[in-house]
């Protein structure tokens, strides 16, 4: 069973950056595209950026030109670094597997952006 981790979500202004980053218990992280996804009060779970395990990337319409995915397979690490922030992107964020998602899910990180 792969175990996920994420971090870095945080309380920022419209406008700023985070970096989340999502730590994997196991060397299968290198052999799976991997996702991004995040869930806002009231509404369902939502891919926003997926990478392959060769580094091909793919985003939501309504993060394009503003989060980056990227993944480290030496430290089974992945990373979204987000940029110009808005209200609409509070969520709870998660990583897992894509576009099947491994059965169990880390805690997910909060990044609340503010008005």
Not at 45 to 63: F, K, P
Not at 91 to 111: E, I, L
Request: overall charge positive; hydrophobic content about 30%.
């Amino acid at each position: 069973q792969v175990q996920l981790v994420e971090s870095g979500g945080g309380l920022v202004q419209a406008g700023g950056s985070l970096r989340l980053s999502c730590a994997a218990s196991r060397n299968i992280f290198r052999l799976v595209a991997m996702g991004w996804y995040r869930q806002a009060p009231g509404k369902q779970r939502e891919l926003v950026a997926s990478i392959t395990n060769r580094g091909s990337t793919n985003y939501t319409d309504s993060v394009k030109g503003r989060f980056t995915i990227s993944r480290d397979n030496a430290k089974n690490t992945l990373y979204l670094q987000m940029n110009s922030l808005k209200p609409e992107d509070t969520a709870v964020y998660y990583c897992n597997s894509d576009p099947r998602p491994f059965d169990s899910w880390g805690q997910g990180t909060q990044v609340t952006v503010s008005s």
